[in-house]
């Protein structure tokens, strides 16, 4: 078939000269166009007798229609598998209604691929999905921005279809966006996943009113928001790959002692040579991260198979190159292509059969997007996909823990991994389309219900939403329908209900309370759940109209097994009741006085609630429970959805008989009053949370009349001994100063050895330091997983002490290195152990920034940050010299590094206050004439900064200690090590490593 091209201004007109649909040398007006498709469109359905639309084309398509017949209608999202015929569902959506449309693409190349399938109608003419007459639309590239109106008015009113780039109509006037805008019936948008980005929000705008339709492959974009707008069709991976459209995937995990990168590259290259043998028309990714990771390895490629002439395609190459490179992979002169990302959406490869994963994603969306790619059904020439991955692959997303596991399924797995993407988002758009006509008063996306609920049970519950009419007079119900999902079994309802005024006894005014309600009824399991704004009761009468007369409330001391999920879990809020002192029967503990709630005192007495906070899936959670029936959290929910997962979830662990209460009561960590100094060792010392989290520099420590921010004082234990008094060191830049801390009746308290340094308060006030250390509190890290809160109690899990296990630890190279020599220095001293860890972390990823923050008051020695692909990687690297001249057993080395590391818990938790420290302190040094940055710009680090709310934070804690000896690591460096890491991944889910000698 042959395109004609004509320019116009700096965009063009593209039209079929000859085929199917042809125009002739001159394009036909675009109204000609559209009179010559109506009523041409067929639902041709494929079929084993004869080619035609397939089933999620077909699908799709009507569900396209299906929204366009509706009054009130907003952006709706298709979500089809690659290789199931995304792009000709399109091309049949314009065909059966031809009108003026606007596509938008997120790259150059499937701009051209676009437009391509648009002039031509792919295969619609084909498979008779188009009969009779019909002409091709008139295609218009929109390449370059539009300045003027009438710049756009003209290429509008030259095109039935406008293909163009989120980047070209964003560089574009507001005004010819207005004007093209205008005059366009309807929007296309192509990889949908990319719609979530601003630019991509302001085109949708600009449409508001006018259908607006979605595609892509997954609902998700590669930071892992959502798409936009309203889930219309999914067309499942299953039934992708059971009719072979989706073709099934061969995964190998490739293990090897020695050079990995080697091991995959030689397995890779052993099958495409298999499958070329066997006829098999295949091309083979290797895929990495980084340029220089691609420099390596297309030596290695070139090693390995020279006469199948490897080549580079990253950034980094010229657009000739790149071009160049693409079309000796489409001639097959070469059939090895070491790719960063460049092969995207609108290169069309179907040969692409075998992928090296050298450096595997990990984000999911990229990696579905990424093997859909080798996964597409082909001809006879074409055979199965062969997938490569190294099994130590490291760390990533918690959902791509099976996909790149050892042995996986990937048939079955991706499959899993894909629908549990699309069905949040499907199942939120279904689950408010079951209510039908909403309540008028109150928008149902607005609505935040708390975590909370009441649980009923019976063995023959109903489900009876409209009797709870019964219950509320019509005058209190602020919302006068009952919204009701009759599949869901949820309802909810807001009342307007009058109470006395709680400051006197007035007759003649009132005041008026609105209360949020949410039932759900679980007739599988039989549990009733009611959310209420209003704590009051538990709402019986709402239990028996709605679930009938024989529901009882799940009551008593069962409510608390909600509690056990929960690591180091603290009780912070205790009710007690006392049957047999009527004159103190009931009294609530809350803060330190919660021990008398587990006290040798409390024996006699019950529970009535107890709300406690502890560690769950790498966050900190909350859960409080009443032994009158009501459980709750502090946890946000985006909307009643969310509800409705958290209390089915709730009342799963509530009603799991295998979970014994008392067992969950022996599992709290009870704080105890530390009166005497604990016998074990220090490893660490900080200021309070609270303290900590401060940025600013106002807060000034000064001593000899030099002062320093107390955010840059470092903290420094001086002995690491079970007996003696714990000294530290508070040290600035220009002095030291010593502070031991002691214990009595009253708690700990800080006392200065010498002089004490001044600490500036606010209204020109000040107090001596160890006096607002005390005041304060400090928090003490001890081994045995031990802490010193800085209310002056000691916490310590009672359990047995994790192990490290030897096959973590990793050997590097400390040749050439004096392994008692800690620092680098302004002079990076090549012979120190911080050099040669930044040698070695710098060799192992392309990172963005590289800080050496080595100084008073540091976040580490080594602070390694990069974006990638929806994530935030965060190193934070701890080094230590060695205790001796050669590598050994001894503890000591490991005290002060592991209290370091513990310190790095709530990285995690705030990377964006980790990054504003490291701003700080880096813009501090550069103004005394220093440069702590190895790799990246203080802009760079302020642009990682700017994202990083919406980036998912992989903090990794790091140490290095050269005389730890792998071979010969003692049982207490194995105990201190394995309660670190503990302690990293039981809070925040931080992950350790441990570098060392051999």
Known sequence: MGIETQKLGRNELWWLGEGPGAHGEAPLAPATVEASLRGRFRFSSATDDGPGLRAPQLGALHAILASQSLVERGPITIVLPTGTGKTETMLASFCHQPKRTLVVVPSDALRLQIAGKFATLGVLPSVDAVV????????????????????????????NVIVTTASALSRSSVEARTALADGMEQLFVDEAHHVAARTWSSIVDDFGGKPIVQFTATPFRED???????????????????????APINYRSIMATG????????????????????????????????ISRAEELLALYEELAPELAPLRLDSKLSAVRQRAGKDALDARTSRIVVCVDMLGEGFDLPALKIAAVHDPHKSLAVTLQFVGRFARAGGDELGEASVFVPRSAGEMDERLRRLYGEDSDWNTVIRDLTHAEVEYEQARSDFESGFGDLPSEVAMRGIQPKMSTVIYRSPTLQWEPTAIHDVFEPADLLTKRIAINAAEKVAWFVTAETTPVRWGNFTTFSEVVHHLYVVHADTTSGLLYINSSNNDSVHQEIAKAVGGDQVQLIRGDVVYRVLAPMSRRIPTNVGLLDAVNRNRRFTMHVGADVLEGFGPGAAQKSKTNIFAHGYAEQSRVSFGASRKGRIWSHRAARGILDWKRWAQDV???????????????????????????????????????DIGLVTSEARQVGSGGIDHPLIDLDLVIRTSTRGDPIEFDVVSDDWTLRYTMTFDGDGPAVSAVGGDATVSL??????GLARFMTQNGMTVYFEAEALLSPDGYLIQPDRERPLFPADRLEVIDWRGIDIRKESQGPDRDADSVQFRVAQVLADESE???????????????LVLARRIEGSLELVLAHCKFSGGDNPGARVGDLYEVCGQAVKCYKARSDVEHTLRRAIRRE????????????????????????????????????IAQPGLSKAGMSHPQSELLGCTELYLSETYGSRFRVLCSA
């Not at 009779?132 to 030259?158: C, M, W």
């Not at 936009?228 to 009719?243: D, F, S, T």
């Not at 642009?943 to 990083?948: F, K, V």
Request: aromatic share 6%.
């Open 847 to 861: 990172w963005e920034v590289i800080l050496d923050d080595d100084g008073k008051g540091e976040i580490a020695d």
């Open 651 to 689: 009342g799963a662990v509530v009603t799991d008989e295998t979970i014994d209460v008392q067992s969950v009561m022996a599992g709290f960590i009870i704080p105890t009053a530390a009166v005497e100094r604990p016998p074990l060792v220090p490893l660490g010392i900080e200021w309070p949370h």
């Open 224 to 246: 892992g928001r959502v798409v936009e707008g309203k889930i219309a069709y999914a067309y499942p991976l299953r039934l992708a790959q059971e009719n072979g459209w989706f």
């Open 923 to 958: 813009r501090n040094r550069q103004s005394a004439g220093r440069v702590g940055l190895l790799v990246g710009s203080l802009d760079l680090l302020h642009d990682i900064l700017d994202e990083c709310w919406r980036l998912d934070p992989r903090v990794t804690v790091l």
């Open 132 to 159: 009779d007459g019909f002409r091709t639309p008139v295609v218009g590239l929109l390449k370059s921005r539009l300045d003027t109106p009438e710049q756009a008015r003209e290429l509008r009113d030259a095109s």
């Open 762 to 767: 606010p209204r020109g006030q000040s107090i």
């Open 259 to 290: 050079n990995l990168d080697r091991a995959v590259a030689s397995a890779a290259v052993a099958q495409l040579k298999d499958d070329l043998a066997a006829g098999r028309d295949h091309v083979l990714m290797a895929r990495v991260q980084s």
